[in-house]
């Protein structure tokens, strides 16, 4: 059974950093499926936030390019995301998921439960 796991969120001020981890459990090729970020703020759409393919290349929304890094530790089986200068905007709840394949395109059929991540001074 494959599982995600996330930490690392909390309550950052503007500009601060955070480094978001999602463990990932009952995979047989995490190395090569596709994996990502996402965000969701109550009451609106999730939104892609950054994607990581088999080659491990990354991709991200634009208003984030520069600030976010998308990586993975292939020999531990988790994912991460490195949050620089952040925005009270990147404040959401922060879900890892994963793709059953090495296609980006392909849906994100595993989601973790989800960490909160709050920008405020």
């Known amino acids: 059974q494959r599982q995600l796991v996330e930490s690392g969120g909390g309550l950052v001020q503007p500009g601060g950093s955070l480094k978001l981890s999602c463990a990932a459990s009952?995979?047989?090729?995490?190395?090569?499926?596709?994996m990502g970020w996402f965000r969701q703020v109550p009451g609106k759409e999730r939104e892609g936030v950054a994607a990581i393919d088999s080659e491990g290349v990354p991709s991200y929304v634009d208003s984030v390019k520069g600030r976010f890094t998308i990586s993975k530790d292939n020999a531990k089986n988790i994912l991460f995301l490195q949050m620089n200068s952040l925005k009270p905007e990147d404040t959401a709840i922060y879900y890892c998921a994963a793709v059953r394949g090495t296609n980006c395109g392909g849906p994100f059929l595993d989601w973790g439960q989800g960490t909160q991540v709050t920008v405020a001074s």
């Open positions: 009952g995979f047989t090729f995490f190395s090569t499926d596709c």
